[in-house]
């Protein structure tokens, strides 16, 4: 079984040396899950068991041991390979939707300026040589798109264009999101991802964290701040929203006598070093989504040239009428055969920004409801009546804080203390009697 990154991830920030309480609190992870990874992750990467008087486990890992799971795991080499490899292939996918709309712009008008300059010689030629008259009629202008390319165009093509561009420009030095063009048409089609992929994971988290403060017993009116659904009428009245947060922190419930409910969490009250309350927000916020990271000149940019692109496709399906395609052939009859695959390219790039922008004005006005029916429950803990108050109170009866020091471990599969006392003491008694033989 390959090591969970969340765990290899908590064991790094918490400084090597782990308790199970430890990792399932940082990294919102259920308590049994964080058990079996944790002894998982010691046995593949050579970690230690550190056992105390009180019969509490702590974990204790080499600063080096993703090296030496990288080196014991193909599995985990080929995930960093192709992480690394995605990284540059999505990058490509992202530009390739941006130089497709310059290229289906290019061949549009240069397809109709092969048609224009067709015509204009098949009118000069019925003309019959009719003298200076015939030499300028038909020769009006024609229109030729102008791209300009210059250094910076090689920029678009750079996956660290962001980079150079910030270290060349300042009026821009505070998006450090800023994308370069061709990003940024992929950001107009589709958008940048969902702000709230890692909810679930921030959830846990963050409800870990107020355990932790609390020092391992909370009340439920602290927790449903973080929470979605809490229900109504008796499911409310009972907490029933607190079950999965007691299955996936092995808590239980305790009654108060004044029959009030309280949720004490031993495995997270057992911690490898002294712990220190940690920032937690209030309440666990979604954030909105966002139509595009581009900026707005690229975003007006983008929608110019997909109209330009539209506007192009249907002059071009005008002059296509006929067999012209068929009697000028090349590029001609090249564009002409893909010619709805130019004119579909073109209104999808302005229709799908369009569905998608009513679709996150419909998507916010939810996330926006849940946020404040959340900051409404942290409100009321922020204000709490008396008998909420008596919560509180009792919940602290509970609270504690195990911390395994070295001087309480009598085992570690490094060595056995224990042992190692017994040894000592033996040395110290064969000393004294060393002594009192030399004395006498």
């Given at each position: ?6 765990i ?37 990467a ?17 600063k ?19 992480a ?44 019959g ?52 063009f ?54 409310r ?37 002294q ?34 692109n ?36 073109g209104?999808?790039?302005?229709a ?13 006005s ?31 009866q ?43």
């Amino acid at each position: 079984m390959a090591p969970n990154p969340k765990i290899m991830n908590s064991v790094e920030q918490l400084g090597y040396r782990v308790t199970v309480g430890d990792v399932a609190a940082k990294a919102g992870l259920n308590i049994n899950l964080a058990e079996r990874g944790l002894l998982a992750l010691a046995s593949d990467a050579g970690g230690h068991l550190q056992v105390a008087e009180s019969g509490e486990i702590a974990y204790l890992f080499p600063k080096n041991f993703r090296t030496i799971l990288r080196n014991k795991f193909i599995r985990l080499r080929l995930q960093e390979w192709w992480a690394k490899t995605w990284r540059v292939l999505f990058y490509l996918i992202r530009i390739s939707f941006g130089l497709l709309l310059l290229l289906s712009i290019v061949l549009i008008f240069i397809a109709i300026s092969i048609i224009f300059i067709s015509i204009s010689s098949s009118n000069d030629s019925d003309s019959g040589g009719g003298g200076n008259g015939g030499s300028n009629r038909g020769g009006g202008m024609i229109f030729m798109p102008h791209f300009w390319i210059g250094p910076d165009m090689f920029w678009f093509f750079n996956p660290g264009y962001e980079r150079h561009r910030q270290r060349r420009t300042s009026w821009n030095s505070n998006q450090s999101q800023h994308k370069n063009f061709l990003e940024a048409i992929f950001s107009f089609l589709f958008g940048d991802g969902n702000p709230n992929a890692d909810l679930e994971e921030r959830r846990w988290q963050e409800i870990g964290t107020v355990i932790r403060n609390s020092g391992g017993a909370v009340t439920a009116e602290q927790i449903a701040p973080y929470l979605d659904d809490i229900g109504t009428g008796y499911q409310r009245e009972y907490e029933d929203y607190m079950l999965p947060v007691l299955s996936r922190f092995n808590g239980r419930p305790e009654v108060s006598p004044d029959g009030e409910i309280i949720y004490h969490f031993p495995d997270l009250q057992t911690t490898a070093q002294q712990q220190h309350p940690q920032p937690v927000s209030s309440y666990l916020q979604e954030q909105p989504w966002r139509f595009s990271a581009a900026t707005s000149g690229q975003i007006m940019l983008a929608i110019g040239l997909g109209g330009v692109n539209i506007i192009g496709a249907f002059m071009l399906g005008s002059l296509l009428r006929g067999e012209i395609a068929a009697e000028i052939g090349g590029l001609v009859a090249f564009v002409a055969s893909i010619y709805w695959f130019l004119l579909g390219y073109g209104i999808g790039f302005l229709a799908i920004p369009l569905i998608r922008y009513f679709w996150i004005q419909q998507k916010n006005s939810k996330t926006a409801a849940r946020n404040q029916k959340r900051q409404q429950e942290a409100l009321a803990l922020a204000q709490p009546d008396a008998n909420l108050q008596k919560k509180l109170a009792y919940a602290q009866q509970f609270a504690a804080q195990n911390v395994i020091r070295q001087e309480d471990l009598v085992y570690t599969s490094e060595q056995d203390l224990l042992d190692q006392n017994l040894q000592r003491k033996d040395q110290i008694d064969a000393e004294w009697q060393r002594r009192l033989d030399s004395g006498s």
